[in-house]
C-alpha cells in the first residue's frame, strides 16, 4: 500500500511553460485535493475532487487547472507558469462517508520553482 | 468562518523537557480538529485527531491534545521531548464546505536541542 504518491518531487519552470503535477492514491479513496504550501504559512486548498468526474474550487485556483477521470488519480495541471506559483504543491486523499473522521492523507510533495 | 491560529512560529525545547505547541481555533460548529507534522523536505503525517469522542486525544510518538471548548483550545504536548521531535507542527480544522478542505494554522517549528 504505497498510499499518496507524487511526480515529479521536484521541478524547475521558466516563465510562461507549463507542465502536470501527477498525483495518484491506491486507497480507494473517492475526495482527493491539492494543496499548496507557501514558506511560513499553512498549505491552502488549490482545488479539490469528490469522485470522479467530479471537481471544484477551492481557496486559491486561479492558474491552475485539475481533472480527474479516474478514482486513482488527480492531475494538476499549471498552464502559463508565473513566478507566483513557486511553492510546495501537496496532493491528499480521504474517504468521505457520513459520520466518518475522513483523516486526509497526504503525499511527499513537488517543490515548484518558476524562474 | 473557521480559522486556526497557532501562537508561536518557533519553539525551542531541551531534550527531556516538556513540549507544548499552542492551537486555538474558531468554528460555529462543533470541529473535527487534526495535528499534523511534517520532517523537513516530506510531506505532513497525521499525529491526532479531535472527533468529539473524547477531550484528551492521544496520538503517535507520545503526544497528546486535550480539547478545550470553553477556551476554543487544542494544544499539542508531550511529556519529554527527543531530538526526532524536531519538525514542523501544524494544527487545522475540517471545514464543512469545500469537499471537507483542511484549514491549516501557519505552523510551529519545534526545535530540540540536546
Known amino acids: 500500500n504505497a498510499g499518496v504518491t507524487q511526480t515529479p518531487k521536484f521541478r524547475i519552470l521558466k516563465i510562461g511553460q507549463s507542465m502536470t503535477l501527477q498525483c495518484t492514491q491506491d486507497?480507494?479513496?473517492?475526495?482527493m485535493y491539492w494543496y499548496r504550501q507557501d514558506p511560513g504559512m499553512g498549505l491552502k486548498l488549490i482545488y479539490y475532487s469528490v469522485g470522479a468526474g467530479i471537481t471544484d474550487k477551492g481557496e486559491v485556483p486561479n492558474g491552475y487547472n485539475v481533472s480527474r477521470s479516474t478514482t486513482e488519480d488527480f492531475p494538476l495541471r499549471l498552464e502559463l507558469a508565473a513566478p507566483s506559483q513557486t511553492s510546495v504543491y501537496f496532493c491528499a486523499s480521504s474517504q468521505q462517508m457520513r459520520g466518518s473522521t475522513d483523516t486526509q492523507y497526504f503525499g511527499p510533495g513537488t517543490r515548484l520553482t518558476v524562474l | 468562518a473557521q480559522s486556526v491560529t497557532q501562537l508561536g512560529s518557533h519553539v525551542s525545547v531541551s531534550e527531556g523537557a516538556l513540549v507544548l505547541l499552542r492551537c486555538n481555533y474558531s468554528?460555529?460548529?462543533?470541529?473535527?480538529l487534526f495535528w499534523y507534522v511534517q520532517y523537513p523536505n516530506q510531506g505532513l503525517q497525521l499525529l491526532l485527531k479531535y472527533t468529539s469522542a473524547a477531550t484528551l486525544v492521544k496520538g503517535i510518538n507520545g503526544f497528546e491534545a486535550e480539547f478545550k471548548k470553553s477556551e476554543t483550545s487544542f494544544h499539542l504536548t508531550k511529556p519529554s521531548a527527543h531530538m526526532s521531535d524536531a519538525a514542523e507542527y501544524f494544527c487545522a480544522v475540517r471545514n464543512y464546505n469545500q469537499g471537507g478542505k483542511l484549514i491549516f494554522g501557519q505552523g510551529t517549528e519545534l526545535s530540540v536541542k540536546p
Open positions: 468554528s460555529s460548529v462543533p470541529p473535527y
Open positions: 486507497m480507494n479513496h473517492n475526495y
